[in-house]
């Protein structure tokens, strides 16, 4: 089966920093988009970065405004999410995903398998 586990969340103050993992098993990882996805208490979950098979292209949401990069390690099988100077507004839980096909999307359906998420808590 495949899974799919984040790591690297927890409690900053505003303007830190975190990176976040996601470690892939149970299928050729490189062959596959994956993405990143939150969602805050109450809310909806929300897009947030994608890339490719092969890493050569990345998506963003509107309201990262370069504060975060998306990479992926596929001799590895691993995904990362580096944050910069976090906000409020980023306490989310964080979910990594994994796509269908070989581009990034930035909607959920089209992801097939989801990690349990990692919970991002920022201090004012």
């Known amino acids: 089966q495949v899974a799919l586990v984040e790591s690297g969340g927890g409690l900053v103050q505003t303007g830190g920093s975190l990176k976040l993992s996601c470690a892939s098993s149970?299928?050729?990882?490189?062959?596959?988009?994956m993405g990143w996805f939150r969602q805050a208490p109450g809310k909806a979950r929300e897009f947030v970065a994608a890339i490719d098979w092969n890493g050569a292209l990345r998506y963003y949401a509107d309201f990262v405004q370069g504060r975060f990069s998306i990479t992926r390690d596929n001799a590895n099988s691993i995904l990362y999410l580096q944050i910069f100077s976090l906000e409020p507004g980023d306490t989310a839980v964080y979910f990594c995903?994994?796509?269908?096909?070989?581009?990034?999307?930035?909607?959920?359906?089209?992801?097939?398998?989801w990690g349990q998420g990692t919970q991002v808590t920022v201090s004012s």
């Open positions: 149970g299928r050729t990882f490189s062959s596959y988009a």
């Open positions: 995903a994994g796509g269908t096909g070989s581009v990034g999307s930035s909607s959920s359906d089209d992801y097939d398998y």
